[in-house]
């Protein structure tokens, strides 16, 4: 199967405005690394949970990492909450991310997987903000 062609000069042609995938981001896997982001900055909303960190190692990655307790519900629960997570990294994180950081998104019960996809995409955008831009004296 050969790619769509862009009608006006023959290549293939590129989605405008989609950000990259998560596969652009590092994936969190080691526990020791989601314990330093929970150490971290906090940001929580009505969807869930982010923790972000400055890693300060002078790399450019940025990592995610998504955690979905039992509190969230059964296996079927969980998975959904994470895959909109990820959906989520891919949308926002991918672009306003900062190099040499971490991310944790943590789901909460029910909220994760109940809320509409705009709102969550609203809180992620205000929480990115205030975990980078963090109140004086806290």
């Known amino acids: 199967m050969t790619?769509?062609?862009?009608p006006a000069n023959g290549s293939?042609?590129?989605p405008a405005g989609k950000p990259p995938a998560v596969s652009s981001l590092q994936v969190l896997r080691?526990?020791?690394d989601f314990l330093a982001c929970a150490r971290a900055a906090k940001a929580g909303t009505?969807?869930?949970l982010l923790q972000g960190r400055d890693r300060r190692d002078g790399t450019t990655t940025v990592?995610?990492?998504f955690t979905a307790s039992k509190k969230t519900g059964n296996a079927v629960m969980r998975n959904r909450a994470k895959r909109r997570m990820r959906e989520l990294a891919r949308a926002?994180?991918?672009l306003k991310g900062r190099d040499g950081w971490d991310y944790v998104?943590?789901?909460?019960p029910d909220a994760t997987v109940s809320r509409p996809y705009a709102d969550m995409l609203d809180d992620l955008n205000r929480a990115m903000d205030r975990?980078?831009?963090p109140k004086p004296g806290s």
Do not use: Q, T, Y
């Not at 790619?3 to 862009?6: F, R, S």
């Open 3 to 6: 790619p769509p062609e862009d």
């Open 46 to 48: 009505d969807s869930f």
């Open 30 to 32: 080691k526990r020791a």
């Open 131 to 133: 975990v980078h831009n």
């Open 12 to 14: 293939p042609a590129e």
């Open 92 to 94: 926002v994180i991918s």
């Open 105 to 108: 998104l943590v789901a909460r």
């Open 63 to 65: 990592r995610v990492g």
